[in-house]
């Protein structure tokens, strides 16, 4: 029970078309076209060429060759933004949609992780995590998305249930979306046998180690272990790290050091924003020098960071993406978690993703490169060469938006966005949350409970 969502304009079914009047942010365009003019606002109008999937050629509006027989059929988009289709370089789509039968019972950061070891232990089969995911993929790959980085929580018996559901989800979905998964367990894991065992577990699965690094007496032990462990399976990293307001919340400092030569994404980092700025200096000196990227949450940041029940929040929970993007740290943003207990909402779509993260973190005025937050640099962490860019011979992955300006596109929730998957309109189907009720629905969960 779906509905088709409406598209602002009819993309024609045929292998070559061109998409003329198209508003481009200049950071996503591999090349400057001749004769293109960047706005103040860090915008260009161009024409894009569509040849059997991929992007022909961009060249600055009007442009392109003359029309004549055997002329592509134009597409005016009215300046209308185009993007390219977005990335997601860290979700948790194995948490996702558990709002109905474990809401968060108080909206903090301690209440989150609770209500999901509970809904965990009581729900998490095989069955009961591929239809969730499935359900977010869904969503994702309807509002535009061509890769996911997901999270797996991986301590004890749940290992074994994920990440065989992940690797059948990744065959299902292989062409539409890309997926990637990352373990997430507490540190210490890695301390003892199980952590060989995830590991090798992750090797087989071509996944990445991940895990919660908070600061303990062993950290510095745990990460190096994490870390060899990494290297002897040849895997990247990819951390939780100090999402807390905690100004002693220094795991990223730690891990910087600990780092050396490997591919390492860092996600959160919250608590850099409430440290001392010779303390910030000194973490983001090593970060520079440990080659360590940087992905921030902000919607769930918002969300978590800073809240006591009854208090009005003072911060905006999110790190420090300005200071790190002036180090040239690569800083990407993602949706993190969506309707579970560490974030009550959400629908893993990176425009909201990115038009919520330009408003809790001024990535406005200018927008700069930020853009590429949600396309170029998570691509790049995830090492997908060609995703996240507009330019000829890359796929035409698109995502064609009515709004013009900045303030049009990100004013709207565009819900009536074209995708383009290979120059080919998708039909844009976003599942129904009743689809779900068997399996979270308060009532439902009662039923079980009860043995009905
Ligand atoms: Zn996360």
Redesign the pocket.
């Known amino acids: 029970m779906t509905t088709p969502l409406a598209g602002f304009v009819t993309i024609p079914g045929v292998p070559t078309f061109r998409l003329r009047n198209a508003t481009v942010p200049a950071p996503l365009l591999t090349a400057l076209p001749p004769g293109a003019r960047v706005s103040p606002d860090g915008l260009v109008v161009a024409d894009l060429t569509v040849r059997d999937g991929r992007i022909e050629d961009v060249a600055a509006a009007g442009g392109a060759a003359v029309d004549g027989p055997g002329s592509p059929v134009d597409v005016d988009l009215q300046h209308g933004q185009v993007w390219p289709c977005m990335i997601d370089a860290?979700?948790?789509l194995d948490k996702g949609h558990t709002w109905e039968r474990a809401p968060n019972p108080d909206g903090t950061f301690g209440g989150a992780i609770r209500t999901v070891m509970d809904d965990r232990a009581a729900h998490w089969s095989a069955e009961d995590v591929r239809r969730r995911m499935d359900f977010g993929l869904r969503c994702s790959f309807a509002h535009g998305t061509r890769a996911i980085r997901t999270?797996l929580d991986s301590a004890g018996p749940q290992a074994a249930i994920s990440w065989p559901v992940f690797e059948v989800l990744r065959k299902e979905w292989a062409g539409r979306i890309e997926l990637q998964a990352v373990s997430l367990v507490p540190l210490q894991v890695f301390g003892g046998p199980e952590g060989e065992a995830l590991a090798a577990r992750i090797a087989a699965a071509n996944g990445v180690v991940g895990a919660v690094g908070y600061v303990s007496p062993e950290i510095d032990t745990l990460l190096d272990r994490m870390l060899a462990l990494a290297s002897a399976y040849g895997l990247d990293v990819d951390l939780?790290c100090d999402e807390s307001g905690d100004v002693g919340a220094r795991a990223l400092a730690h891990l910087a050091r600990a780092v050396r030569r490997r591919r390492v994404v860092c996600?959160?980092c919250c608590s850099l924003a409430v440290q001392a700025p010779e303390v910030v200096a000194e973490t983001l000196d090593l970060v520079v020098e440990a080659g360590i990227s940087v992905i921030s949450?902000p919607m769930?940041n918002l969300y978590l960071q800073d809240r006591v029940p009854g208090r009005t929040p003072r911060w905006r929970g999110v790190t420090l993406l300005h200071e790190l993007a002036a180090r040239r740290v690569r800083v990407a943003v993602a949706s993190?978690?969506c309707r579970d207990a560490?974030h009550g909402y959400g629908d893993h779509d990176m425009l909201e993703v990115f038009r919520e993260a330009a408003r809790i973190a001024h990535l406005d005025r200018p927008f700069g490169d930020w853009p590429r937050a949600v396309t170029a640099t998570p691509a790049e962490l995830m090492g997908l060469a060609g995703a996240g860019r507009i330019g000829p011979g890359l796929r035409a992955d698109l995502v064609l938006f009515e709004g013009r300006a900045w303030s049009e596109l990100l004013s709207r929730p565009q819900g009536n966005r074209v995708v383009l998957r290979n120059g080919r309109a998708i039909e844009r189907r976003l599942p129904d949350y009743r689809e779900l009720d068997d399996l979270v629905s308060p009532r439902a969960v009662e039923g079980v409970r009860h043995g009905a």
């Open positions: 860290h979700t948790h999270h939780h996600g959160h949450l769930c993190d978690n560490f």
